[in-house]
């Protein structure tokens, strides 16, 4: 089992920065991706950024967030982060941490989720 917490949330103007952060514990050898997804008010969770953790940590986003929004991890902390710049009343959401993982089986695990309201 792999248990996420986020953190970092919260009320922002429009063309500011927020830092979420996920923490993961529990069975974490077993996790190879994590990221991070988002759902506003009536639209479906989407992609926002992952990255793998070993090797290199190769990352993927999406086209929303490409140039304002870096992912990064600390594996030492078992730790990743979204850093939010040049946000936009767009980018307002529940940002969910998201671990994908392999024991058996694939799994994956969901954190419980961090608003973010960005205010024009």
């Known amino acids: 089992q792999v248990q996420l917490v986020e953190s970092g949330g919260g009320l922002v103007q429009a063309g500011g920065s927020l830092r979420l952060s996920c923490a993961a514990s529990?069975?974490?050898?077993?996790?190879?991706?994590m990221g991070w997804y988002r759902q506003a008010p009536g639209k479906q969770r989407e992609l926002v950024a992952t990255?793998?953790?070993?090797?290199?940590?190769?990352?993927n986003y999406a086209d929303s967030v490409k140039g304002r929004f870096i992912i990064f991890r600390d594996n030492a902390k078992n730790t990743v982060y979204l850093q939010m710049n040049s946000l936009k009343p767009e980018d307002t959401a529940v940002y969910y941490c998201?671990?994908?993982?392999?024991?058996?089986?694939?799994?994956?695990?969901w954190g419980k989720g961090t608003l973010v309201t960005v205010s024009s």
């Open positions: 998201n671990a994908q993982a392999k024991m058996v089986h694939a799994i994956e695990y």
């Open positions: 529990g069975s974490t050898f077993s996790i190879n991706a």
């Open positions: 990255i793998s953790t070993g090797g290199g940590g190769s990352t």
